[in-house]
């Protein structure tokens, strides 16, 4: 059955780094889009980053553009959000997420979900 876990969250200073990883199982991996979503408590599930089966192809959510940059590794079933410059509201569990074929921003449009990892930033 489809399995993702992910991996990586912490506790990071506002300006700091972290690197996310959903290692991902069950699946043809490369012929699934790749998603990252984030949710804040009291809030709903935000688009984070997608990226394409062959990874040729990415998408990111506004608040992220230029600060977060989504990738994969077909060869070890793993994809990866490199979040930089975080800030105070980039604060949530971290969701990935996989899609037969093309990336969509709407969680709606993705049936697998890894359990999440929590990212949190402090001012």
């Known amino acids: 059955q489809v399995q993702l876990v992910e991996s990586g969250g912490g506790l990071v200073q506002a300006g700091g780094s972290l690197r996310l990883s959903c290692a991902a199982s069950g699946f043809t991996f490369s012929s699934y889009a790749m998603g990252w979503f984030r949710q804040a408590p009291g809030k709903e599930r935000e688009f984070v980053a997608g990226?394409?089966?062959?990874?040729?192809?990415?998408t990111y959510g506004d608040s992220v553009k230029g600060r977060f940059t989504i990738s994969r590794d077909n060869a070890k079933n793993t994809v990866f959000l490199q979040m930089n410059s975080l800030e105070p509201e980039d604060t949530a569990i971290y969701y990935c997420?996989?899609?037969?074929?093309?990336?969509?921003?709407?969680?709606?449009?993705?049936?697998?979900w890894g359990q999440g990892t929590q990212v949190t930033v402090s001012s």
């Open positions: 997420a996989a899609r037969y074929a093309n990336i969509r921003q709407d969680a709606a449009e993705y049936a697998n």
């Open positions: 990226v394409s089966g062959r990874g040729y192809s990415t």
